[in-house]
């Protein structure tokens, strides 16, 4: 069982910076990627980040060169270093956890707002 928190949303003009953190527990070595996700309203969930745990990255061509997703090496959190924010980056951004066992956990997620 793998549980996923997410913090470090909020509120940023446009140009800002936010980190987004995501803390996991439970049984961590079952994890074969993290990753972000974000979802606006009337919209459907999409990818933002991805890294595997060999190290691969993947980037949503809208935040590509903007964000960071970042993992630390004991698989206890994973980070989203979000730059150049602009409003369309305006979400509820969700961590997730592809699991070995062929399913995924996600945390609760965390609201983004960015202001022009």
Do not use: H
Not at 15 to 20: M, Q, V
């Amino acid at each position: 069982q793998v549980q996923l928190v997410e913090s470090g949303g909020g509120l940023v003009q446009a140009g800002g910076s936010l980190r987004l953190s995501c803390v996991v527990s439970g049984s961590i070595f079952s994890i074969n990627a993290m990753g972000w996700y974000r979802q606006a309203p009337g919209k459907q969930r999409e990818l933002v980040a991805r890294i595997t745990s060999g190290g691969t990255t993947n980037y949503a061509d809208s935040v590509r060169g903007r964000f960071t997703i970042s993992r630390a090496s004991a698989k206890n959190a994973v980070y989203l270093q979000m730059n150049i924010l602009k409003p369309e980056d305006t979400a509820v951004y969700y961590c997730s956890a592809e699991l070995r066992y062929g399913t995924t956990s996600w945390g609760q997620g965390t609201q983004v707002t960015v202001s022009s």
